[in-house]
């Protein structure tokens, strides 16, 4: 089911002005960390640095999902953001398709279990202290035990938090995207934390501008009704931050090389 939150929308935009977020607010929407805990710590540093510089208003950090797997420090991450409690900053975290497979085997899903080692989860096990390799040879039960005994239940109930979309007037934040034609509340929750396609293609805008993560560019993706901000923190080393006030964007990055880096 669908978990949407929003705290301030009007009627589609007409898009005859730029869209904007409403006034008195500002936004820092954070891409996929995958694992990059240091990236996170440095990227974290410059958001607070940039709130101070520029103080007034409401302010708010929306992650985009997946926080983990890929990289070596998933652990961490969630630590780290389940911790986190900023005077005066609201957070807000969205589910990505990473989360959402590490979530279904901790439900008793064991037969993800070889793939999700395979596309990522074999670095998060290891931040958990487990051995990739010993979790692929067990029993699809035992490897499910092992990592829902291993796995903090603290970082688990995080986990499980998580919305899948975030509105903010003109602005609609998910992991993956949105299926073009379907109304926004009638989106498949499958496609808000996965799709590619039609979504990144469609060449016409929505009735939001959507902001999301999920498909790895080297630059910030913005397109007539996208505006894509994974830029590869476990494969290029850049973690984006797009900072939204009113009808104007920037941009804060943190970059470093890759630690655990992997290709796939």
Known sequence: MMRATS???????????????PDGHRIYAVGDVHGQDHLLADLLVQIEADISARPGGEMTIVFLGDLI??????????????????IGIRTEFLAGNHEEVLLRIL???GSL??????FGGAHCARSYGLSASRLAKMSLADAVETLRSTIPAEHQAFLASFGDTLRAGDYLFVHAGIRPGVALAEQAQIDLRWIREPFLDHPVRHDVMVVHGHTITEQVDERAG?????TGAYKHGVLTALVLEGTQRRIIQA???PVGQERH
């Open 107 to 109: 439900e008793g899903e």
């Open 226 to 230: 996208r505006i894509g901000i994974d």
């Open 255 to 257: 970059r470093f090389t």
């Open 69 to 86: 797997d890929r990289g070596p420090k998933s652990a961490e991450v969630v630590e780290r953001l389940r911790t986190y409690r900023p």
């Open 113 to 118: 279990v070889a793939d999700w080692l395979r």
């Open 7 to 21: 705290f301030w929308q009007k009627p589609a935009a007409t898009w005859q002005v730029p869209p904007a977020i």
